[in-house]
């Protein structure tokens, strides 16, 4: 993994403050992501984590701070921001009535790939994935876990350096989440920048740093082994419990 | 977006319920309107007392029987049976011929006769009135072709532009009208949904592709299958049911894409109100499809319905394509006759698409 050096910030957040009406989503966030790191954004539900990725996406404008994704400002350069991130929910977002090719063609065709490019894409996940009982098959037909793994490598088919999972495990069982974590680490290593929220406390413990937000502020930032310590804690999962009930 | 066009179009053809939508639901309901629910009149029972019983009301019952229009369910005797023919509810209508009808005719040129409607029914019997007024002043001009004291009202318009008196020339605008609406607005708004229900909107939201080209990559493929829709729509009725379409062809169609345009741009406009589906679905259904064939003046005169209805009628804006197809196709106008209602349908379409911009911009702040 990449050490913290200067001029190697995958993301820079300063002061962030997010506001909808009186309501604080966010308050002043301060956080940088080091180029390569895998780092884990965790919260209870509504402490502010979404708001936050959608921030970062350039999904919503966030009310004052500075935000710099990828090297770029988030006020002036969105449209770069775009070319330079990828990113993938929960939902998965594949079209299921379309096969894993049409899939790849439609995607890296909104992200401008060449043709070939998109052949030699679509030839390699099928290898690395080991789909090719399915070359045929629409999407819905594929098993959950396949499908997931699709999704993570559809959302980085532009080969973008910073890529955004937004809760990717959620509904998935232990085995397919080792498996797309595994998946994950490969990426990391090739030094893409991982950004990802959870809910599942065991794979806090798989991220490089993570941060825990806590009613729109972020409580507590470090390595989980650090963390463990500071709080105490045997696991993630009771460092975090001591947070969320404050 | 060319991606998207074709990643659209796969999409809405591995989708049966779409292509039923898009082309099943057309055909069946031209044929439907056509040939079950044809609201001409055939074979109406009615009474005739006759008074005079001479010549010339003789002819005139004969011309009004052999129509078949009508047919005789009984002939009544008095003017006191009158009450009674209509109590027992079999005849919708009864014609009363006064005394000396031949001499009155011949002499001062002027004769009554007066036509008792059932009106429970008021459609039905505005148009048993219409067709009944339509042979009398027939059988005026056979008697006398340079007749001026014409005692009946012609209704010269009803029969004008439709001579045969088919009603399935004034369906099939409707009908067209009503599968661009519901292909158009309820398509667009659900697939737009749909995106955002599965989160693939999302994910194109995050990607660098432009909002404006989402809308129009998913937009495209609806214009040209709701045209093809029109298409057949016309095809059946000039087939099927002999319809002439007797004016500009080009203006008729160019009049049909920019009605698409707006039902697509309302269609977009549900969508940014609607999070799913059926939210979609149901908001296209109540919003759209039930005002616009029951306020568009297409199956019920708006002019028969409470003044406040008929207000509520004018802010649909089926009513003003359906004015503007029959100008077109039935009677054959120009642009110079319906330009008023086009530039309404464009304001409809200028405020659908700027409604749904601004509500775009507010879910992004």
Same mark, same amino acid.
Request: glycine content about 6%; aromatic content about 10%.
């Given at each position: 993994?990449?050490?913290?050096?200067?001029?190697?910030?995958?993301?820079?957040?300063?002061?962030?403050?997010? @506001?909808?009406?009186?309501?604080?989503?966010?308050?002043?966030?301060?956080?940088?992501?080091?180029?390569?790191?895998?780092?884990?954004?965790?919260?209870? &539900?509504?402490?502010?984590?979404?708001?936050?990725?959608?921030? #970062?996406?350039?999904?919503?404008?966030?009310?004052?701070?500075?935000?710099?994704?990828?090297?770029?400002?988030?006020?002036?350069?969105?449209? #770069?921001?775009?070319?330079?991130?990828?990113?993938?929910?929960?939902?998965?977002?594949?079209?299921?009535? %379309?096969?894993?090719?049409?899939?790849?063609?439609?995607?890296?065709?909104?992200?401008?790939?060449?043709?070939?490019?998109?052949?030699?894409?679509?030839?390699?996940?099928?290898?690395?994935? =080991?789909?090719?009982?399915?070359?045929?098959?629409?999407?819905?037909?594929?098993?959950?876990?396949?499908?997931?793994?699709?999704?993570?490598?559809?959302?980085?088919?532009?080969?973008?350096?910073?890529?955004?999972?937004?809760?990717?495990?959620?509904?998935?069982?232990?085995?397919?989440?080792?498996?797309?974590?595994?998946?994950?680490?490969?990426?990391?290593?090739?030094?893409?920048?991982?950004?990802?929220? !959870?809910?599942?406390?065991?794979?806090?413990?798989?991220?490089?740093?993570?941060?825990?937000?806590?009613?729109?502020?972020?409580?507590?930032?470090?390595?989980?082994?650090?963390?463990?310590?500071?709080?105490?804690?045997?696991?993630?999962?009771?460092?975090?419990?001591?947070?969320?009930?404050? | 977006?060319?991606?998207?066009?074709?990643?659209?179009?796969?999409?809405?053809?591995?989708?049966?319920?779409?292509?039923?939508?898009?082309? *099943?639901?057309?055909?069946?309901?031209? %044929?439907?309107? =056509?040939?079950?629910?044809?609201?001409?009149?055939?074979?109406?029972?009615?009474?005739?007392?006759?008074?005079? @019983?001479?010549?010339?009301?003789?002819?005139?019952?004969?011309?009004?029987?052999?129509?078949?229009?009508?047919?005789?369910?009984?002939?009544?005797?008095?003017?006191?049976?009158?009450?009674?023919?209509?109590?027992?509810?079999?005849?919708?209508?009864?014609?009363?011929?006064?005394?000396?009808? !031949?001499?009155?005719?011949?002499?001062?040129?002027?004769?009554?006769?007066?036509?008792? #409607?059932?009106?429970?029914?008021?459609?039905?019997?505005?148009?048993?009135?219409?067709?009944?007024?339509?042979?009398?002043?027939?059988?005026?001009?056979?008697?006398?072709?340079?007749?001026?004291?014409?005692?009946?009202?012609?209704?010269?318009?009803?029969?004008?532009? &439709?001579? @045969?008196?088919?009603?399935?020339?004034?369906?099939?605008?409707?009908?067209?009208?009503?599968?661009?609406?519901?292909?158009?607005?309820?398509?667009?708004?659900?697939?737009?949904?749909?995106?955002?229900?599965?989160? !693939?909107?999302?994910?194109?939201?995050?990607?660098?592709?432009?909002?404006?080209?989402?809308?129009? =990559?998913?937009?495209?493929?609806?214009?040209?299958?709701?045209?093809?829709?029109?298409?057949?729509?016309?095809?059946?009725?000039?087939?099927?049911?002999?319809?002439?379409?007797? *004016? &500009?062809?080009?203006?008729?169609?160019?009049?049909?894409?920019?009605?698409?345009?707006?039902? #697509?741009?309302?269609?977009?406009?549900?969508?940014?109100?609607?999070?799913?589906?059926?939210?979609?679905?149901?908001?296209?259904?109540?919003?759209?499809?039930?005002?616009?064939?029951?306020?568009?003046? +297409?199956? +019920?005169?708006?002019? &028969?319905?409470?003044?406040?209805?008929?207000?509520?009628?004018?802010?649909?804006?089926? @009513?003003?394509?359906?004015?503007?197809?029959?100008?077109?196709?039935?009677?054959?106008?120009?642009?110079?006759?319906?330009?008023?209602?086009?530039?309404?349908?464009? =304001?409809? !379409?200028?405020?659908?698409? *700027?409604?749904?911009?601004?509500?775009?911009?507010?879910?992004?702040?």
């Amino acid at each position: 993994m990449a050490e913290n050096k200067s001029n190697s910030k995958a993301v820079i957040v300063k002061d962030l403050v997010k @506001k909808f009406g009186s309501f604080v989503a966010n308050d002043h966030l301060n956080f940088e992501v080091d180029k390569g790191e895998i780092f884990g954004f965790l919260g209870a &539900n509504g402490a502010g984590k979404t708001t936050a990725i959608k921030i #970062l996406c350039g999904l919503s404008h966030p009310t004052s701070g500075e935000v710099n994704v990828a090297g770029y400002d988030i006020y002036k350069q969105r449209d #770069l921001i775009k070319k330079n991130i990828g990113y993938m929910s929960q939902k998965f977002s594949l079209y299921d009535d %379309l096969s894993i090719a049409e899939n790849i063609r439609f995607y890296g065709g909104i992200y401008g790939l060449s043709r070939k490019k998109i052949k030699e894409k679509t030839a390699e996940y099928i290898e690395k994935l =080991g789909l090719q009982a399915y070359t045929k098959s629409m999407v819905k037909e594929l098993p959950l876990g396949f499908k997931q793994k699709l999704a993570f490598s559809v959302a980085i088919v532009h080969d973008p350096p910073i890529v955004f999972l937004d809760e990717p495990t959620g509904g998935v069982d232990p085995i397919t989440r080792r498996q797309f974590w595994e998946l994950i680490y490969k990426e990391a290593a090739k030094g893409k920048t991982i950004f990802v929220t !959870t809910h599942y406390m065991d794979e806090a413990e798989y991220c490089d740093r993570v941060s825990i937000m806590v009613d729109g502020r972020i409580e507590a930032l470090d390595k989980p082994a650090i963390l463990k310590e500071t709080y105490n804690a045997e696991s993630m999962e009771e460092v975090f419990i001591q947070l969320a009930r404050g | 977006m060319k991606n998207f066009i074709i990643k659209e179009f796969l999409q809405i053809f591995r989708d049966k319920r779409s292509l039923i939508i898009l082309f *099943g639901i057309p055909i069946i309901q031209v %044929l439907l309107f =056509g040939f079950a629910l044809k609201n001409e009149i055939r074979d109406v029972p009615i009474a005739i007392l006759d008074n005079s @019983k001479d010549l010339y009301s003789q002819q005139l019952i004969t011309k009004i029987l052999s129509s078949e229009y009508f047919i005789l369910e009984e002939n009544v005797q008095s003017e006191k049976a009158i009450e009674n023919a209509f109590r027992k509810g079999k005849i919708k209508q009864l014609i009363v011929i006064e005394n000396n009808f !031949t001499e009155n005719l011949e002499r001062e040129n002027r004769a009554k006769i007066q036509l008792i #409607l059932d009106a429970s029914d008021p459609n039905t019997a505005g148009m048993i009135n219409s067709y009944t007024s339509a042979i009398i002043s027939n059988f005026e001009r056979e008697i006398n072709p340079s007749f001026a004291g014409v005692p009946m009202i012609i209704p010269e318009t009803q029969m004008r532009y &439709n001579p @045969k008196l088919d009603s399935v020339f004034m369906f099939v605008p409707g009908v067209i009208t009503i599968v661009l609406m519901l292909v158009s607005a309820m398509m667009t708004s659900i697939s737009i949904a749909r995106e955002k229900e599965l989160g !693939t909107m999302e994910v194109l939201l995050v990607s660098p592709i432009k909002p404006i080209q989402i809308i129009l =990559g998913k937009v495209f493929p609806y214009v040209i299958l709701s045209f093809i829709s029109a298409l057949i729509i016309l095809g059946l009725a000039f087939t099927v049911f002999e319809m002439p379409i007797v *004016g &500009n062809i080009p203006l008729l169609l160019a009049e049909s894409l920019l009605f698409i345009i707006m039902a #697509l741009s309302l269609g977009i406009f549900i969508s940014t109100a609607a999070n799913s589906q059926q939210v979609a679905m149901l908001l296209s259904m109540f919003a759209l499809l039930l005002p616009s064939i029951l306020l568009s003046g +297409f199956i +019920f005169p708006l002019k &028969n319905m409470p003044d406040i209805i008929q207000y509520i009628g004018y802010a649909m804006p089926p @009513k003003w394509f359906v004015i503007i197809i029959k100008n077109i196709m039935i009677k054959g106008n120009g642009i110079g006759s319906v330009w008023k209602e086009t530039l309404i349908i464009l =304001g409809f !379409t200028v405020f659908f698409i *700027g409604l749904s911009i601004k509500k775009f911009k507010i879910r992004l702040e």
